[in-house]
T-cell receptor
């Protein structure tokens, strides 16, 4: 699986747009990029997934450049409740041996 | 996710005791996983199962064993618990999707303390 690198922590304020970038230089052709959110003492929760260009859902947007060596999770107008750890994962598009690896993630702190 | 349940939610035990953590899911997924999370760290995969007859070791399987009793049930056992197994344990499920990476759905976690 492709190794991912993301900032350890980020701070922002309510109402701001937050962008968290993840590097995955060794991404393979079939790999998708998936982001999870985790609140303290809870299991991670799927946020968004994409393969290329831009994906948007009701929670976030995911921007993936043409070379796919990085991706950016964009959270519009964050609130205090967006304070959490965000994990970027890159995995196999299909496989009987997919093993998802969670790194340490990015700890996002939102201030009033 | 309420479709994935774990029991117990909290457990305190002593060194050397055998402990079983249970996971049940109503999502109808074939794939199930056990992770542990230590304070301030990400999740590490212990075991995973892609169907009832399939069991695979993850990154940190030593000291653990699992049983896949049915599609909906996946149990994690600590045969002889030790203090460094104190952690938060998560069960997860996913459904094989040929078009994208498996999306995993996590249970609420079991906080295990080994004294």
């Amino acid at each position: 699986l492709a190794k991912t690198t993301q900032p350890i922590s980020m701070d922002s304020y309510e109402g701001q747009e937050v962008n968290i970038t993840c590097s995955h230089n060794n991404i393979a052709t079939n790999d998708y990029i998936t982001w999870y959110q985790q609140f303290p003492s809870q299991g991670p929760r799927f946020i968004i997934q994409g393969y290329k260009t831009k994906v948007t859902n009701e929670v976030a947007s995911l921007f993936i450049p043409a070379d796919r060596k990085s991706s950016t999770l964009s959270l519009p107008r964050v609130s205090l409740s967006d304070t959490a750890v965000y994990y970027c994962l890159v995995g196999l598009g299909y496989s009987s041996a997919s093993k998802i690896i969670f790194g340490s993630g990015t700890r996002l702190s939102i201030r009033p | 996710d309420a479709d994935v349940t774990q029991t117990p939610r909290n457990r305190i035990t002593k060194t050397g005791k055998r402990i079983m953590l249970e996971c049940s899911q109503t999502k109808g997924h074939d794939r199930m996983y056990w992770y542990r999370q230590d304070p301030g760290l990400g999740l590490r995969l212990i075991y995973y199962s892609f169907d009832v007859k399939d069991i695979n070791k993850g990154e940190i399987s030593d000291g653990y064993s699992v049983s896949r009793q049915a599609q909906a049930k996946f149990s994690l056992s600590l045969e002889s618990a030790i203090p460094n197994q104190t952690a938060l344990y998560f069960c997860a499920t996913s459904d094989e999707d040929s078009s994208s990476t498996d999306t995993q759905y996590f249970g609420p976690g079991t906080r295990l303390t080994v004294l």
